[in-house]
């Protein structure tokens, strides 16, 4: 099955940002934006009248330290965040049980260096990509920190575990753009890498539009790229 066309009236874009528009990097920090990204991301704004946004279980800082011009709307922290355009985002709500969380994981990777800890205004992630055997003992201590904390919730990501708030997820993120303008009424495509990401493609093709799935790995999405040089390749084919 061949890839969507974008319709600059009835299309409506969403794009995850780490594996999907940037490539996996050994850390975080340690991303680098393809050069042409900026400029086809306008490109695209433009050409879908603002239809586009950003998706990303990172901050809303975090994406605009990454993309400063970006011009449409970005959703973060997993749906907890949104930033229409030119605007800030609402500074994240009192957590219940993030403070005890964030000490929990602090003193759990005080005894493992190899791991990397991610604080986020909304929960923390705790990355094994330096220490890939550490991955099943992580998944323990975070799943059972997220049982003592019902607000929170588990999230897996690619070598790293993360606790977010429950309500955030990207799926409840989408469904609520996709009611407001100048998203509403239009076909959405999804595109994502990532297991955060499933929901959104849920979301999209419960609604008649299209998932992409960026890489390998099982998917509900209905198509698939090899990797962001692909998709890149074909946003600015489509752009
Ligand atoms: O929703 P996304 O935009 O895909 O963000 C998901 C998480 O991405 C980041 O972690 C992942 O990418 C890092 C950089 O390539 C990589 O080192 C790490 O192993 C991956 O898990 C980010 O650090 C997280 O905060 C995001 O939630």
Same mark, same amino acid.
């Given at each position: 099955?061949?890839? #969507?066309?974008?319709?600059?009236?009835?299309?409506?874009?969403?794009?995850?940002?780490?594996?999907?528009?940037?490539?996996?990097?050994?850390?975080? +920090?340690?991303?680098?934006?393809?050069?042409?990204?900026?400029?086809?991301?306008?490109?695209?704004?433009?050409?879908?009248?603002?239809?586009?946004?950003?998706?990303?279980? /990172?901050?809303?800082?975090?994406?605009?330290?990454?993309? #400063?011009?970006?011009?449409?709307?970005?959703?973060?922290?997993? &749906?907890?965040?949104?930033?229409?355009?030119?605007?800030?985002? $609402?500074?994240?709500?009192?957590?219940?049980?993030?403070?005890?969380?964030?000490?929990?994981?602090? +003193?759990?990777?005080? %005894?493992?260096?190899?791991?990397?800890?991610?604080? %986020?205004?909304? &929960?923390?992630?705790?990355?094994?990509?330096?220490?890939?055997?550490?991955?099943?003992?992580?998944?323990?201590?975070?799943?059972?920190?997220?049982?003592?904390?019902?607000?929170?919730?588990?999230?897996?990501? %690619? *070598?790293?575990?993360?606790?977010?708030?429950?309500?955030?997820? %990207?799926?409840?993120?989408?469904?609520?753009?996709?009611?407001?303008? #100048?998203?509403?009424? /239009?076909?959405?495509?999804?595109?994502? +890498?990532? $297991?955060?990401?499933?929901?959104? *493609?849920?979301?999209?093709?419960?609604?008649?539009?299209?998932?992409?799935?960026?890489?390998?790995?099982?998917?509900? $999405?209905?198509?698939?790229?090899?990797?962001?040089?692909?998709?890149?390749?074909?946003?600015?084919?489509?752009?």
């Amino acid at each position: 099955m061949s890839l #969507p066309e974008l319709h600059p009236e009835r299309t409506a874009l969403l794009l995850d940002f780490d594996g999907t528009l940037v490539e996996i990097a050994p850390r975080p +920090d340690a991303i680098t934006v393809p050069a042409a990204l900026p400029a086809l991301l306008a490109a695209l704004h433009r050409r879908l009248s603002g239809a586009l946004a950003l998706v990303s279980g /990172r901050e809303v800082a975090d994406i605009r330290r990454y993309l #400063p011009e970006f011009p449409g709307t970005i959703i973060g922290s997993h &749906g907890a965040e949104r930033a229409e355009p030119g605007r800030t985002a $609402a500074p994240p709500a009192a957590l219940e049980g993030l403070e005890a969380i964030r000490e929990a994981v602090r +003193d759990f990777a005080a %005894k493992h260096p190899a791991l990397l800890l991610e604080p %986020k205004a909304h &929960g923390v992630v705790l990355h094994f990509r330096q220490a890939p055997e550490l991955g099943p003992q992580v998944a323990r201590f975070m799943g059972e920190l997220a049982e003592r904390h019902p607000d929170f919730a588990v999230q897996q990501a %690619k *070598m790293a575990w993360e606790l977010r708030p429950g309500f955030a997820d %990207k799926g409840r993120a989408v469904r609520s753009l996709l009611g407001l303008d #100048p998203f509403t009424d /239009r076909i959405p495509i999804y595109v994502g +890498d990532d $297991a955060t990401d499933e929901a959104a *493609m849920n979301v999209v093709q419960d609604l008649g539009g299209v998932g992409i799935k960026i890489g390998q790995g099982s998917s509900v $999405a209905m198509h698939r790229l090899p990797d962001p040089a692909a998709l890149l390749r074909w946003l600015e084919n489509a752009a």
